[in-house]
T-cell receptor
Framework: KAGVTQTPRYLIKTRGQQVTLSCSPISGHRSVSWYQQTPGQGLQFLFEYFSETQRNKGNFPGRFSGRQFSNSRSEMNVSTLELGDSALYLC??????????????FGEGSRLTVL | AQSVTQLDSHVSVSEGTPVLLRCNYSSSYSPSLFWYVQHPNKGLQLLLKYTSAATLVKGINGFEAEFKKSETSFHLTKPSAHMSDAAEYFCVGRGSQGNLIFGKGTKLSVKP
């Protein structure tokens, strides 16, 4: 069974640009979550989608948005990039079980560098 | 909401010696707790999870963790470190919205 696939793995953008990251979950997983990982702030929750609906949202500005398609694939978009958006963006998927017990399966991440 | 605190940002051990990575949690309800591992340039992998079924939880690669309510701790241990254990380890709890809340991480170095 294929794991969680994130594309692109690495990308470089300049301030003010926008970026779209893609995540394909494990087959059969309907929930996709996004996390931002930086050396200073660690891992922070961005949002979670389930059956094309945003279920939870972290404390990030509106420049960060996402969506989920009917095949459970998800995209996140960051508009008007800032230097501080440089980070590893991790996607995770799980089955529809309770997050209290369900295991999250992570992709290898998309490393964004903003110059 | 639950929060987790990893007490050490970096732990260094020699190969073959025990590993102890410390985590304290705070929660107003029965917590769900996890340990994840992240190897360099890789995603995170679940090591083990506590969901109130048993206080001593065994995970993959010889790791285990004990939930101690009286001490609000969920420390990760391994009897004998291997070079391949060198990685960053995250203690994780569950937030009030059901999302995961990650500790700051502990980098484990293993010396030959």
């Amino acid at each position: 069974k294929a794991g969680v696939t994130q594309t692109p793995r690495y990308l470089i953008k300049t301030r003010g640009q926008q970026v779209t990251l893609s995540c394909s979950p494990i087959s059969g997983h309907r929930s996709v979550s996004w996390y931002q990982q930086t050396p200073g702030q660690g891992l922070q929750f961005l949002f979670e989608y389930f059956s094309e609906t945003q279920r939870n949202k972290g404390n990030f500005p509106g420049r960060f948005s996402g969506r989920q398609f009917s095949n459970s694939r998800s995209e996140m978009n960051v508009s008007t990039l800032e230097l501080g958006d440089s980070a590893l963006y991790l996607c995770a998927s799980r089955t529809s079980g309770s997050i209290g017990t369900g295991e999250l399966f992570f992709g290898e991440g998309s490393r964004l560098t903003v110059l | 909401a639950q929060s987790v605190t990893q007490l050490d940002s970096h732990v260094s051990v020699s190969e073959g010696t025990p590993v102890l990575l410390r985590c304290n949690y705070s929660s107003s309800y029965s917590p769900s707790l996890f340990w994840y591992v992240q190897h360099p340039n890789k995603g995170l992998q679940l090591l083990l999870k506590y969901t109130s079924a048993a206080t001593l939880v065994k995970g993959i690669n010889g790791f285990e963790a004990e939930f101690k309510k009286s001490e609000t701790s969920f420390h990760l241990t391994k009897p004998s470190a291997h070079m391949s254990d060198a990685a960053e380890y995250f203690c994780v709890g569950r937030g009030s919205q059901g999302n995961l809340i990650f500790g700051k991480g502990t980098k484990l170095s293993v010396k030959p």
